[in-house]
């Protein structure tokens, strides 16, 4: 048995976010060897490996969390202490987005592997989604706020050429350059904000700014502090005044991105406000201002997805009014409220993906996205369709799914919190995205009036990973104690284990 | 008057320049000169306040500079390369005549 | 239509310029900002003098390698996706003319 202590300083680097850094950077290599020597398939089957392995690794951190002290584990490279040096600060929250990441990553890549098939530039397609993924993990474990942004560029980068990656039509690249534009800027906000942040305490390591800040004096600028720091997090997790280039973007990038960007990129960005404002900021400084942003989230994209012709425009605006739930939970300022949110961010990816998922399917089958058009396209592939209705009920909040259990978890929160209006603003948000997932389900299994389109059900390996997708959501919709209990300890980690999270760092 | 505030005010002016460039312009590369306005005025920020105690300056701030100058570097060479990718679509770089998707 | 809505637009720009100058004009005057009051005491262990002039840049990349080793790789890694980004967009695609 080897001592956690001595342990953590021979490990230089947290195992999955290693194990994807060099998988993509071994990825041209791979390509080229594939190319060269005519081997088919040898891409895909690094890709599984890869994504497989950052999976396990995950599952052994979170075995070597387990045994440190204090739960929180301190990475840094070549023994480098902080808060001078950047470092990993890893805790039980950070492991929770790290293993949502790498599930749904491992996910997506096995569904891309037979819708991407007919697409050139391969080699560049995996190595992007990998380097998203790593950039996506370095930002759940990173313990500073300068390596936070370095990594927060890298998934930044990824993000917005898988946008534009088919880039023979016009659509995903001028949606990738409006995704760009408003991405970059947002950068701009956050690094303006980490100056201001240094500025007044003269360091960007999580632990002592939130040491150093805590319960300081409220001066005006601590407030442009707070405005700026909303808009560099809020364009990427697509709060409603920043959210524009969301419903561009997600529809027209292809469908195994769109499940990962609207499953888990912008949630990660969401992570790091909710990281960021807990560790800065007292709840009751931030809590009505989060509260109105979820209600006008909510709100706004609820009502502009009831126009929706397009099914997967339709998808990427149900992801902002789900932003807006998840907000809700961050505004309670409670441990409670907090689990939610990250028991939704967990359910959300795997529904959302799911969505996303079928719905390609169906966009694959069928080359068109009107829902006009897909009428009665149900009937023709029925194993896709009956996963699509699985995700859009469970996003509605159907019992027996697992988004009913988050969801039942957030508005209860804010009632606790002693926000009832809020609880009343998320029912009948609620109610309202019924009205159009109902209209997507009457869509496809209606009768079409003239001749419709002939399809066939899509390629097995796409069904399967569908398939396997609502056997989790169903699963965890009647038995969710796993999720929660680690939802739980995920969220004691940031609320009620701040002194450990500081003291790990600072002596 | 505290000997802070002429760097504060050249930090607000150059960023509200930057966001004025960003709202303002039609080019696709004015845009992209407009997000590295305001990269450059937080990198600004960053070096004025590392002379805060007097005779000495905060080297921390420094490095934080030279890495942020090569991260938006590499942001704008991804801009450059979509908008030459737009540009072969629509043999314009106007962003008004980009409006075919819906907001 | 679009050429109304493009005139909306650039009046919201300028509410907006206007706006935030008069927000960050009052802020500088009345306001000074709290420059390094939550300071610890870690801040005076790091800082080099000022005095030979061309030595600064020296020490601030020794202090960049010796401290901030971390982000430097990471930072690695951000300029391959760079690359990655730029091949994946530029390469010409065997279904284009």
């Known amino acids: 048995m080897v001592d956690p202590g001595s342990l953590s300083q021979i490990i230089q680097f947290p195992l999955p976010l290693a194990v994807l850094l060099c998988g993509g950077l071994a990825l041209p290599i791979i390509g080229l060897l594939a190319e060269r020597a005519g081997v088919g398939r040898l891409r895909e089957a690094w890709m599984f490996i890869v994504t497989a392995a950052a999976l396990g690794s995950v599952y052994l951190l979170y075995q070597q969390l387990k045994a440190a002290p204090g739960r929180v584990l301190v990475v840094t490279l070549w023994g480098q202490r902080p808060p001078l040096g950047g470092c990993f600060e890893i805790d039980a929250l950070g492991i929770y987005m790290g293993g949502s990441i790498a599930f749904l990553g491992f996910l997506v890549a096995l569904y891309s592997f037979k819708y991407m098939e007919r697409e050139s530039r391969l080699t560049e397609f995996y190595t992007l989604v990998l380097l998203m993924m790593a950039g996506m993990t370095g930002i759940a474990l990173a313990g500073d706020f300068f390596t936070l942004f370095i990594f927060w560029e890298l998934m930044g980068l ?22 760009l534009v408003m991405s970059a800027t947002a950068g701009a906000f956050l690094l303006l904000s980490m100056s201001f942040l240094y500025g007044m305490t003269g360091t960007l390591n999580f632990a002592q700014l939130a040491a150093s800040l805590h319960g300081s004096v409220r001066t005006p600028w601590l407030f442009v502090l707070f405005s700026a720091l909303v808009v560099g997090f809020g364009v990427k997790s697509a709060i409603v005044p920043l959210h524009t280039w ?202 079409p009036e003239d001749e419709g389109l002939k399809v066939h059900e899509a390629p097995a390996l796409m069904v399967a990973v569908t398939v396997l997708m609502a056997a989790l959501v169903v699963v965890f919709g009647l038995y969710p104690a796993p999720v929660i209990s680690l939802a739980t300890r995920a969220s004691r980690a940031l609320v009620d284990g701040m002194s450990r999270y500081i003291g790990a760092v600072l002596p | 008057m505290d000997p802070f505030t002429p760097f504060i005010v050249s930090v607000a002016l150059l960023f509200i320049i930057g966001l004025g460039c960003l709202m303002v312009k039609r080019d696709m590369v004015r845009l992209l000169i407009g997000i590295e306005i305001l990269f450059n005025a937080a990198n600004l920020n960053f070096v004025a306040l590392s002379l805060q105690t007097k005779g000495f300056i905060d080297p921390f701030a420094h490095s934080i500079v030279m890495m942020a100058i090569v991260l938006d570097g590499t942001v704008i060479a991804v801009g450059l390369a979509m908008a030459l990718n737009v540009y072969k679509h629509y043999k314009t770089l106007d962003i008004r005549k980009l409006r075919r998707l819906k907001w | 239509m679009s050429k109304n809505l493009a005139r909306y637009g650039s009046f919201a720009a300028l509410v907006v310029i206007v706006f935030t100058l008069l927000i960050f004009s009052w802020l500088a005057i009345e306001v000074s900002f709290p420059a390094f009051e939550a300071t610890s005491g870690l801040l005076s262990t790091r800082l080099i003098p000022l005095e030979p002039f061309n030595g600064i840049a020296a020490r601030v990349s020794r202090f960049l390698w010796e401290h901030r080793a971390l982000d430097l790789t990471g930072q690695a890694f951000v300029i391959v996706a760079a690359i990655v980004c730029c091949l994946a967009l530029l390469k010409s695609e065997e279904a284009e003319d």
């Open chain 1, 158 to 179: 990824s993000s917005y050429v898988l946008v534009a990656f088919l880039k023979n039509r016009w659509g995903p690249v001028e949606a990738g350059f409006k995704y």
């Open chain 1, 246 to 447: 969301l419903p561009d973007a997600h529809p027209e990038a292809p469908s195994p991105i769109s499940a990962l960007l609207s499953g888990i990129v912008i949630e990660t960005g969401l992570y790091g406000l909710t990281r960021v404002l807990y560790l800065l900021f007292d709840p009751n400084f931030f809590q009505l201002s989060i509260a109105a942003l979820a209600v006008l989230t909510m709100t706004l994209a609820n009502i502009t997805a009831l126009l929706q012709q397009d099914i997967k425009r339709l998808l990427a605006y149900s992801s902002i009014a789900q932003i807006g739930y998840m907000l809700i939970g961050v505004s309670t300022g409670t441990a409670y409220g907090v689990m939610g949110v990250f028991l939704h961010v967990f359910n959300h990816s795997l529904m959302k993906g799911m969505a996303f998922l079928s719905a390609g399917s169906i966009v694959h089958e069928t080359g068109t996205r009107d829902l006009k058009r897909l009428r009665g396209v149900g009937r023709m592939m029925p194993y896709t369709t009956f996963t699509l209705f699985i995700a859009l009920l469970g996003l509605g909040g159907v019992p027996a799914t697992n988004g009913f259990i988050s969801k039942f978890i957030l508005f209860n929160s804010a009632i606790g919190a002693g926000m009832a209006w809020l609880a009343v603003a998320g029912v009948l948000n609620s109610a309202l995205s019924m009205a159009y997932y109902l209209r997507v389900m009457k869509a496809l299994i209606s009768t």
